[in-house]
Protein backbone atom coordinates (compact mmCIF):
# COMPACT_ATOMS: atom_id res chain seq x y z
CA UNK A 1 0.00 0.00 0.00
CA UNK A 2 0.64 4.05 -0.43
CA UNK A 3 2.65 4.88 2.47
CA UNK A 4 3.98 8.33 2.62
CA UNK A 5 6.00 10.26 5.52
CA UNK A 6 5.66 13.66 6.62
CA UNK A 7 6.92 16.14 10.06
CA UNK A 8 6.66 19.48 11.73
CA UNK A 9 9.27 19.96 14.20
CA UNK A 10 10.18 16.43 14.46
CA UNK A 11 6.96 14.99 15.56
CA UNK A 12 6.39 12.45 12.67
CA UNK A 13 3.74 10.77 11.04
CA UNK A 14 2.73 8.24 8.60
CA UNK A 15 0.16 8.65 6.04
CA UNK A 16 -1.61 5.58 4.34
CA UNK A 17 -4.75 6.22 1.90
CA UNK A 18 -8.01 4.83 4.10
CA UNK A 19 -9.19 2.76 1.26
CA UNK A 20 -6.00 0.79 1.21
CA UNK A 21 -6.20 0.40 5.09
CA UNK A 22 -10.04 -0.93 4.74
CA UNK A 23 -9.29 -4.30 5.11
CA UNK A 24 -6.86 -4.39 7.94
CA UNK A 25 -6.85 -3.82 11.52
CA UNK A 26 -6.21 -0.06 11.89
CA UNK A 27 -4.69 -0.06 15.32
CA UNK A 28 -2.12 -3.31 14.29
CA UNK A 29 -1.59 -1.11 11.07
CA UNK A 30 -0.21 1.95 13.19
CA UNK A 31 1.46 0.30 15.56
CA UNK A 32 3.39 -2.13 13.25
CA UNK A 33 4.11 0.86 10.98
CA UNK A 34 4.92 3.48 13.52
CA UNK A 35 7.58 1.08 15.62
CA UNK A 36 10.60 2.46 15.48
CA UNK A 37 13.27 -0.13 15.05
CA UNK A 38 10.66 -2.67 12.91
CA UNK A 39 8.46 -0.70 11.03
CA UNK A 40 9.24 2.98 9.65
CA UNK A 41 8.65 4.89 12.57
CA UNK A 42 6.56 7.71 14.30
CA UNK A 43 4.62 9.50 16.31
CA UNK A 44 1.34 8.19 14.90
CA UNK A 45 -0.45 7.45 11.34
CA UNK A 46 -3.40 8.90 10.07
CA UNK A 47 -5.58 7.01 7.12
CA UNK A 48 -6.89 10.07 4.76
CA UNK A 49 -8.59 10.60 1.58
CA UNK A 50 -8.82 13.78 -0.46
CA UNK A 51 -11.23 14.74 -2.30
CA UNK A 52 -12.13 16.40 -5.28
CA UNK A 53 -12.74 19.43 -4.32
CA UNK A 54 -9.16 19.87 -2.77
CA UNK A 55 -10.39 19.18 0.96
CA UNK A 56 -9.09 16.43 3.00
CA UNK A 57 -10.32 13.64 5.30
CA UNK A 58 -8.24 12.38 8.38
CA UNK A 59 -8.48 9.73 10.89
CA UNK A 60 -5.49 9.97 13.66
CA UNK A 61 -3.92 6.64 15.13
CA UNK A 62 -1.17 7.15 18.02
CA UNK A 63 1.68 4.91 17.63
CA UNK A 64 0.33 2.63 20.03
CA UNK A 65 -2.72 1.64 18.42
CA UNK A 66 -5.20 4.25 19.82
CA UNK A 67 -7.67 6.30 18.61
CA UNK A 68 -6.71 10.79 18.74
CA UNK A 69 -9.52 13.18 17.86
CA UNK A 70 -7.00 15.40 16.12
CA UNK A 71 -3.19 16.69 15.56
CA UNK A 72 -2.11 20.00 14.91
CA UNK A 73 1.03 19.25 13.88
CA UNK A 74 -0.57 15.95 11.91
CA UNK A 75 -3.26 18.20 10.47
CA UNK A 76 -0.53 20.58 8.86
CA UNK A 77 1.55 17.47 7.77
CA UNK A 78 -1.40 16.39 5.75
CA UNK A 79 -2.52 19.61 4.04
CA UNK A 80 1.66 19.62 3.09
CA UNK A 81 0.72 16.32 1.53
CA UNK A 82 -2.20 17.35 -0.33
CA UNK A 83 -0.19 20.03 -1.99
CA UNK A 84 2.59 17.70 -2.59
CA UNK A 85 0.68 14.74 -3.87
CA UNK A 86 -1.59 17.45 -6.44
CA UNK A 87 1.70 18.53 -8.07
CA UNK A 88 1.12 21.59 -6.38
CA UNK A 89 4.99 22.20 -5.64
CA UNK A 90 4.17 26.40 -6.61
CA UNK A 91 1.33 26.53 -5.12
CA UNK A 92 0.99 30.41 -3.72
CA UNK A 93 0.35 32.00 -0.49
CA UNK A 94 -3.18 32.07 0.68
CA UNK A 95 -4.13 28.76 -0.57
CA UNK A 96 -6.34 26.87 1.28
CA UNK A 97 -6.74 23.63 2.31
CA UNK A 98 -9.52 22.39 4.75
CA UNK A 99 -9.44 19.31 6.56
CA UNK A 100 -12.32 17.14 8.08
CA UNK A 101 -11.20 15.36 11.27
CA UNK A 102 -12.79 13.65 13.66
CA UNK A 103 -12.78 17.67 16.17
CA UNK A 104 -14.80 18.78 13.60
CA UNK A 105 -13.60 20.81 9.92
CA UNK A 106 -10.37 22.57 10.36
CA UNK A 107 -8.81 25.38 7.41
CA UNK A 108 -5.21 25.96 7.01
CA UNK A 109 -3.88 29.09 5.05
CA UNK A 110 -0.63 28.74 3.27
CA UNK A 111 1.83 31.72 4.31
CA UNK A 112 4.68 30.05 2.09
CA UNK A 113 6.51 27.20 0.86
CA UNK A 114 10.55 26.83 0.53
CA UNK A 115 11.39 23.16 -0.83
CA UNK A 116 9.64 20.61 0.76
CA UNK A 117 8.61 22.56 3.77
CA UNK A 118 5.14 24.23 3.56
CA UNK A 119 4.20 26.77 6.31
CA UNK A 120 0.46 26.75 7.07
CA UNK A 121 -1.68 29.67 9.58
CA UNK A 122 -4.36 26.61 11.01
CA UNK A 123 -7.64 27.58 12.44
CA UNK A 124 -8.03 25.33 15.14
CA UNK A 125 -10.96 26.80 16.92
CA UNK A 126 -11.97 27.78 20.09
CA UNK A 127 -10.69 26.49 23.22
CA UNK A 128 -13.17 24.13 25.88
CA UNK A 129 -13.78 23.36 28.81
CA UNK A 130 -10.72 25.62 30.43
CA UNK A 131 -10.68 25.23 34.25
CA UNK A 132 -7.54 24.86 37.19
CA UNK A 133 -7.72 22.20 39.15
CA UNK A 134 -4.98 19.90 41.71
CA UNK A 135 -4.31 16.94 41.24
CA UNK A 136 -2.67 14.15 43.44
CA UNK A 137 -0.13 12.20 41.21
CA UNK A 138 3.12 10.34 41.85
CA UNK A 139 3.63 11.59 45.39
CA UNK A 140 2.75 14.66 44.28
CA UNK A 141 -0.19 17.73 44.34
CA UNK A 142 0.05 19.43 40.99
CA UNK A 143 -1.78 22.63 39.53
CA UNK A 144 -3.05 22.13 36.08
CA UNK A 145 -5.05 23.74 33.49
CA UNK A 146 -7.49 21.16 31.87
CA UNK A 147 -8.93 22.04 28.43
CA UNK A 148 -10.32 20.48 24.93
CA UNK A 149 -8.10 21.59 21.77
CA UNK A 150 -9.59 19.46 19.99
CA UNK A 151 -8.69 16.61 21.75
CA UNK A 152 -8.08 16.41 25.79
CA UNK A 153 -5.01 18.55 27.29
CA UNK A 154 -3.58 18.88 30.96
CA UNK A 155 -1.25 21.68 30.74
CA UNK A 156 1.08 22.58 34.10
CA UNK A 157 2.60 26.09 34.63
CA UNK A 158 5.80 25.53 36.32
CA UNK A 159 8.65 27.76 37.76
CA UNK A 160 11.31 25.25 35.99
CA UNK A 161 10.78 22.63 33.49
CA UNK A 162 11.16 19.19 35.17
CA UNK A 163 14.48 17.32 34.29
CA UNK A 164 13.84 13.64 32.70
CA UNK A 165 13.38 11.89 35.61
CA UNK A 166 10.31 13.56 37.44
CA UNK A 167 9.29 14.32 33.74
CA UNK A 168 9.34 10.44 32.85
CA UNK A 169 7.74 10.00 36.63
CA UNK A 170 4.94 12.57 36.11
CA UNK A 171 4.21 12.66 32.67
CA UNK A 172 3.10 8.97 32.11
CA UNK A 173 1.19 9.14 35.55
CA UNK A 174 -1.06 12.40 34.24
CA UNK A 175 -1.29 11.44 31.25
CA UNK A 176 -3.50 7.75 32.51
CA UNK A 177 -4.54 9.58 35.18
CA UNK A 178 -8.06 8.81 37.08
CA UNK A 179 -9.24 12.09 36.33
CA UNK A 180 -8.72 11.43 32.48
CA UNK A 181 -10.95 8.10 31.24
CA UNK A 182 -9.61 8.70 27.96
CA UNK A 183 -6.58 9.57 28.50
CA UNK A 184 -5.20 13.37 28.08
CA UNK A 185 -2.04 14.85 26.12
CA UNK A 186 0.44 16.30 29.36
CA UNK A 187 2.00 19.54 28.68
CA UNK A 188 4.78 21.73 31.22
CA UNK A 189 4.74 25.26 30.41
CA UNK A 190 7.33 27.65 31.64
CA UNK A 191 6.42 31.79 30.86
CA UNK A 192 10.00 32.92 29.55
CA UNK A 193 8.54 36.72 28.57
CA UNK A 194 4.88 38.28 28.28
CA UNK A 195 5.10 36.41 23.95
CA UNK A 196 7.11 33.29 24.76
CA UNK A 197 6.35 29.75 26.48
CA UNK A 198 9.06 27.37 26.73
CA UNK A 199 7.05 23.35 26.71
CA UNK A 200 7.96 19.59 27.18
CA UNK A 201 5.09 17.17 26.11
CA UNK A 202 4.14 13.95 26.94
CA UNK A 203 1.42 13.19 24.37
CA UNK A 204 -1.33 10.41 25.24
CA UNK A 205 -0.65 7.25 23.29
CA UNK A 206 2.80 8.35 22.32
CA UNK A 207 4.95 9.54 24.93
CA UNK A 208 7.89 12.57 24.91
CA UNK A 209 7.50 14.18 21.02
CA UNK A 210 9.41 16.72 19.80
CA UNK A 211 6.50 19.08 19.32
CA UNK A 212 2.95 19.36 19.77
CA UNK A 213 0.05 21.37 17.70
CA UNK A 214 -2.87 21.13 19.87
CA UNK A 215 -0.44 21.10 22.72
CA UNK A 216 1.28 24.21 22.05
CA UNK A 217 -1.93 26.09 21.75
CA UNK A 218 -3.34 24.60 24.85
CA UNK A 219 -0.08 25.88 26.68
CA UNK A 220 -0.46 29.50 25.02
CA UNK A 221 -3.69 29.81 26.27
CA UNK A 222 -3.05 28.36 29.73
CA UNK A 223 -0.33 31.44 29.69
CA UNK A 224 -2.77 33.96 28.46
CA UNK A 225 -5.80 32.63 30.77
CA UNK A 226 -4.01 31.95 33.97
CA UNK A 227 -0.06 33.59 33.41
CA UNK A 228 -0.79 36.70 32.44
CA UNK A 229 0.87 35.97 28.70
CA UNK A 230 -0.25 37.68 25.55
CA UNK A 231 -2.39 36.70 23.11
CA UNK A 232 0.04 36.37 20.86
CA UNK A 233 2.54 34.28 21.96
CA UNK A 234 5.58 31.74 21.03
CA UNK A 235 5.61 28.18 21.97
CA UNK A 236 9.10 26.82 22.22
CA UNK A 237 9.44 22.92 22.30
CA UNK A 238 12.44 20.66 21.59
CA UNK A 239 11.93 20.95 18.02
CA UNK A 240 11.41 24.12 16.99
CA UNK A 241 8.95 27.31 17.59
CA UNK A 242 4.85 27.90 16.62
CA UNK A 243 2.98 30.44 16.82
CA UNK A 244 -0.08 30.87 18.56
CA UNK A 245 -2.74 33.32 18.54
CA UNK A 246 -6.01 33.29 20.62
CA UNK A 247 -8.28 35.84 18.99
CA UNK A 248 -11.92 36.69 19.23
CA UNK A 249 -12.48 34.01 16.69
CA UNK A 250 -10.61 31.07 17.80
CA UNK A 251 -6.68 29.68 18.22
CA UNK A 252 -4.69 30.56 14.85
CA UNK A 253 -1.39 27.77 15.23
CA UNK A 254 1.43 29.11 12.46
CA UNK A 255 4.17 26.51 11.66
CA UNK A 256 5.75 24.61 8.80
CA UNK A 257 5.63 20.74 7.92
CA UNK A 258 7.21 19.11 5.52
CA UNK A 259 7.15 15.69 3.06
CA UNK A 260 9.95 13.04 3.68
CA UNK A 261 9.10 10.49 1.53
CA UNK A 262 6.78 8.36 -0.95
CA UNK A 263 6.60 4.86 -1.15
CA UNK A 264 5.14 0.76 -0.61
CA UNK A 265 4.57 -0.39 3.08
CA UNK A 266 4.26 -4.39 2.62
CA UNK A 267 1.22 -4.77 4.82
CA UNK A 268 1.64 -7.79 7.36
CA UNK A 269 -0.99 -10.12 6.90
CA UNK A 270 -1.41 -10.15 10.88
CA UNK A 271 -3.12 -7.26 10.14
CA UNK A 272 -5.93 -8.22 8.65
CA UNK A 273 -9.18 -8.07 10.52
CA UNK A 274 -9.75 -11.44 12.86
CA UNK A 275 -5.88 -11.86 12.84
CA UNK A 276 -5.02 -8.62 15.03
CA UNK A 277 -2.49 -9.68 17.74
CA UNK A 278 -2.87 -8.52 20.99
Known sequence: MFLAKAHAYGNDFLFIPQDQAESFDAAVLARETCARHTGVGADGLILFAFAPDGSARMRLLNADGSHSELSGNGL???????????????????????????????????VS??????????????????QQERLDVAGETIAVTTLAMGNPQCVALVDELPDEARFHR????????????????????????????????????????????????????TAIAHGGAERDIDVVAPGGTQRVEWRDDGVFLTGWAEVVFEGQWIANADAAPGTRRV
Open 113 to 130: RGGRRYTFRAAMGQPERI
Open 170 to 221: LGPALATHRRFPEGTNVEFARIEAPNRVRIKIWERGVGPTHASGTGACASAV
Open 76 to 110: RCLAALALHVRGHERAEPMTVVNVDTDAGWKQLTL
